[in-house]
Each structure stands twice: as structure tokens, then as C-alpha cells.
């Protein structure tokens, strides 16, 4: 089996369990997760039959693609209590730095190109899998654990309690 194939079934095979794992035992960060990457994927097999990459130039599908998961990840990170999302958000911003790389012609082969963007999509997949297990892993030690920040408590933190007057 070529290494490309082995690499596409180990994606396959982990987009497969961490999204099975996400909806069926994760928070709902770890399910809005789960659909970030969905869409990813879902974006990225429409645009390739539509613009196939040789990985000689950015390829806008999966520079759209990037942006998506970006944003996606990056919203997570500011709402959910977990920390793989800052891991996913961090890792998809490698992706897009590859576009620019690419894009500044620096001189990287298509090789490098090809893991500088996969990769970090990879392993993104792999935080969500991971967060999934932690989420578990917290709901039995605890009873419980809460999905999303309370931003209110932070307002009510550095409010006029703190001895901020709103009088002249």
C-alpha cells in the first residue's frame, strides 16, 4: 500500500472514531467539534472534485478550508471549557500558515506543503478524540462537566464591585 493511501486510512479511520466517540460520549463542545471537522472534510471533497490540488500552488479549497476550521476551532476555544479546542485552533493555524508559505513561494516542495497542511488537521482530530476521553474521564470523577464558559462571572469580576465607579 502506498504512503499516501496509508495516510488517508488513517485519517479516515480516526475521523470515523473521533467523530463516533465525539457524538456519542463527548459535551457539547466535543459535538460542535466534531461538526467543525465534518464540514471540513465535507468542504474539502467538493472542492477537490471541482479543483484538484497538486499541491504546487495554494489551493484554495483547502486554504477555505483551513479558514473554516480556524474559525470554527477558534470559537470553541472562546466559549467551551476545554482545552483541546485552543489545541485545534492553534494546530489550524499552522494549516493556514502553510497557505502563506506556499503563497510567498519560500521555495517548500509539494511534499512538504501537503504535510505542513495535513498535518495539523490530523492532529486536530486527534485533540477532539482526546477531549472526548478527558470529558468522559471528568463526568465519572466529578458527576459532572460544564460545557461552556460563564462569561457573567467575569463581567460581574471587573464590574463596579471592584471599586470602579461609573459616578464622576
Known amino acids: 500500500m502506498p504512503l499516501g493511501n496509508v495516510e488517508q486510512l488513517a485519517f479516515f479511520l480516526l475521523l470515523a472514531v473521533a467523530i463516533a466517540l465525539a457524538f456519542w460520549q463527548g459535551g457539547a463542545p466535543e459535538r460542535w467539534g466534531a461538526m467543525v ?11 477537490e472534485s471541482l479543483l484538484p490540488s497538486g499541491f504546487r500552488s495554494v489551493d484554495p479549497t483547502s486554504l477555505l478550508t483551513d479558514a473554516v476550521g480556524t474559525a470554527g476551532f ?7 471549557r476545554r482545552i483541546w ?3 485545534a485552533t492553534s494546530l489550524q493555524l499552522l494549516s493556514l500558515s502553510a497557505h502563506f508559505a506556499r503563497w510567498a513561494d519560500i521555495g517548500i516542495p509539494p511534499t512538504v506543503y501537503a ?10 482530530l486527534s485533540a477532539i478524540a482526546l477531549g472526548t476521553i478527558l470529558h ?5 470523577q466529578h458527576g459532572s462537566d460544564p460545557s461552556w464558559q460563564d462569561w457573567s462571572r467575569v463581567a ?6 471592584r471599586g470602579v465607579s461609573s459616578k464622576p
Open 37 to 47: 471537522i465534518l464540514a471540513m472534510v465535507l468542504l474539502q471533497a467538493g472542492g
Open 74 to 80: 477558534g470559537t470553541l476555544a472562546l466559549q467551551a
Open 85 to 87: 479546542p485552543l489545541w
Open 115 to 124: 504535510v505542513m497542511r495535513g498535518t495539523p488537521t490530523f492532529l486536530a
Open 136 to 140: 468522559v474521564w471528568r463526568r465519572r
Open 156 to 161: 460581574l469580576a471587573y464590574g463596579p464591585s
